[in-house]
């Protein structure tokens, strides 16, 4: 019989949940913090009336002041870098305006920067498109933790740092959405050149679990960290519906 993929969801901060994690204990960390651009949104010339209700500028988490963001993140990648073991992968959501930021503060923690990739998305909200270009790109930036190279699993074939999907399908928001919600097939993608049947892969932001759910069904384990209780359980469910796990809660 095989052996059931190991999954702890935890609900709290991130920051104070990661210092619980053991040391050299992760193989791959694939997450989406907040962007920090709520205030940035809301002072933006837009053709909307008001932002529709589940709209992540409208949430409490991406309203920080700048340099309140950027401590968060120091503390995020100084934890990260302790979790990771070394030559673990690291891949972080990120607004293209951040990038640069997010950089020098990995490159301060011992993350060796790869490339930063572009998540394409086919069918993007038409929001203010007679205002300026639809915003249908993401982007994500690849980390290596003290080393050059880490796993991928490329298998002899070219791979570019650009991947394309829809946005995140009705199906898949069943049990409820979250506002950032990032399409399955993205995450299978990751998972499967950066990481291994087995390895254990942390979200310290999990949101409602998309990361979860594609770590279980391709055989790795997984612990995930949300401070909302809501997206918790919708995680839970989701990852119970996906495949029989054992499910430490």
Known sequence: MAKKESIALIKGDAIKELKKIKDDSIDFVLTDPPYNLGLFMKNRATNLSALRKNHFSGKEWDN????????NMEQLFFQLDRVLKEGGNLIVFMAV????????????NNFYYKTTGIWHKKNPMPRNKDLHFINSNECWAYFVNNKKT????NKGKTIHDFFETALTSSKEKEFGGHPT????????HLIQILSNKGDTILDPFMGSGSTG????RLGRNFIGIELNGDYV???KQRLKKSKQCQLDL
């Open 181 to 188: 919600q990032k399409p399955l097939p993205l995450m299978d």
């Open 64 to 71: 920080l002041e700048i340099n309140d963001w950027k401590e």
């Open 97 to 108: 305006i951040k990038i640069e930021t997010l950089i020098n503060i990995a490159e301060k």
């Open 233 to 235: 359980k919708i995680a």
């Open 150 to 153: 880490g796993t991928f699993n």
């Open 213 to 216: 759910v594609s770590a279980s």
